[in-house]
């Protein structure tokens, strides 16, 4: 143990892997994560780490994609989320998914063996005052009420939020096979990742019909202009955005082909294993705010899921952040309280391997200022860097809305020759991880 110390709260996968970059520079951490002593809306364990919406981290393609990128940085820097993940990985094609129960207890169980980290269950209901030393908040999108009332009070900002939707999982055993086939979409990873539900254009139209009708959860007064992200956008919604919305979303039927009879079908619903035994498999897009008796009626229409035995059904929780282009200086502190940093999903970012990275980099700028060393932040053509370098300024504060990493978010190549497609994106990826590597040895 060393005589440097640090708060960090929130437990999840931002505050975990704050700790862990903590820990592991040496200084003394207090991690507070308030669940079991206070429960969410939507949790439904008190493990460090719990994946709420869905288990998987989206692509893990280091070559040509934005997030594989951001994913291989992470390794690069010891990332105690990411070598859990990969500990407990489930097939998922080319994307990165994990049994979310085995990947919590890992990211627990790591934490509570490091000598530097303590972990107390407490609620922690205002910001905590210069005197009680450096923190870092990641309270995530389920801040309680009395501290997302103190960071309020000290930021003089009005709330920003949206609604992130849960999408149902379903009993493997349940699954009429006969009717359903196991194929990644042009076969990717092992070419059998995930179950595929046909329908035909009848179907498909009834589907959207019964989406549009369906009885929703209601809104309470607070939550009625509330905004959703485009990312986790509930299937009914989409729905009624236009009846070939979902043919060109989560339900494209493009790369796959029915195994049964080699046709080709109108529509496709996917699920993706959930959990190592294959016992429990999600369905990819199916976010939604449906009452839970609707969802059963409706999502049984599904050709292959007449049958099924929902382990959870979906649901729907409000997601709180700050103005962080406001209200942060590029080192994630609270330009009215320097003591304070805000990582993970409170500070803007979407998708949990944003939260987790954000977390990290705000381990690590802490541990150099309480070691009296100079910070130098990653290079903005790295998926940290362009992550760290949009919410702290990037962004336009008016518009400020949730971000995942995208290449969109990466300065351009510098080069006389125009890339296109997957040669840009090459170069991209090539450059980020590249970059990072020089950054972490200098």
Request: with cysteine; glycine share 8%.
């Amino acid at each position: 143990m060393t005589d440097k110390k640090a708060q960090v709260i929130g437990g999840g996968l931002a505050g975990s892997e704050a700790a862990w970059q903590l820990a592991q520079a040496g200084i003394e951490v207090t991690l507070h994560e308030m669940r079991p002593v206070r429960k969410t809306d939507v949790h439904q364990t008190h493990g460090l780490a719990e994946l709420v919406c869905s288990n998987s981290f989206r692509s893990d393609d280091k070559t040509a994609n934005a997030v594989g990128v951001l994913h291989e940085e992470m390794r690069m820097m010891n990332s105690v989320i990411m070598t859990q993940a990969d500990i407990h990985a489930v097939p998922a094609g080319g994307a990165l998914a994990v049994d979310r129960d085995h990947f919590s207890g890992g990211v627990e169980q790591a934490l509570e063996a490091h000598p530097n980290i303590t972990i107390i269950r407490d609620e922690v209901t205002a910001l905590p005052a210069p005197e009680d030393g450096p923190v870092i908040i990641a309270s995530g999108p389920l801040t309680s009420d009395s501290l997302a009332a103190s960071i309020l009070a000290e930021t003089q900002e009005e709330d920003l939020a949206f609604f992130d939707a849960i999408a149902p999982i379903v009993h493997f055993d349940s699954i009429n096979m006969d009717v359903a086939w196991f194929q990644s979409r042009y076969d990717k990873g092992t070419g059998k990742d995930y179950i595929n539900c046909p329908m035909t254009q009848e179907q498909y139209e009834g589907f959207i019909e019964a989406l549009c009708v369906g009885e929703k959860m209601s809104f309470k007064e607070f939550e009625e202009n509330t905004p959703y992200f485009d990312g986790c956008m509930p299937i009914e919604i989409m729905a009624e955005r236009g009846p070939q919305t979902l043919r060109f979303g989560p339900m494209k039927p493009v790369g796959l082909t029915n195994q049964h009879d080699m046709s080709r079908p109108y529509a496709v619903v996917q699920l993706r294993q959930d959990n190592q035994l294959a016992t429990l498999f999600n369905m990819v897009g199916f976010q939604t705010k449906l009452k839970y008796g609707e969802q059963v009626s409706v999502f049984r229409t599904i050709p292959g899921l007449e049958n099924a035995e929902f382990a959870r059904l979906g649901g729907l929780h409000r997601n709180t952040f700050i103005n962080s282009p406001r209200l942060l200086d590029e080192q994630l502190r609270l330009k009215s309280q320097k003591h304070i940093r805000f990582a993970g999903q409170i500070t803007g970012v979407e998708g949990y391997v944003e939260s987790a990275a954000t977390g990290g980099l705000a381990g690590r700028m802490l541990a150099a200022e309480l070691k009296g060393e100079t910070w130098v932040s990653p290079p903005n053509t790295t998926a940290h860097g362009a992550l760290l370098s949009h919410i702290t300024g990037g962004a336009v504060a008016e518009t400020f809305q949730p971000m995942n990493v995208n290449f969109g978010l990466f300065p351009p190549m510098e080069t006389n020759k125009k890339l296109r497609g997957r040669d840009r994106k090459n170069a991209y990826a090539a450059r980020a991880l590249d970059d990072t590597n020089s950054w972490l040895n200098s």
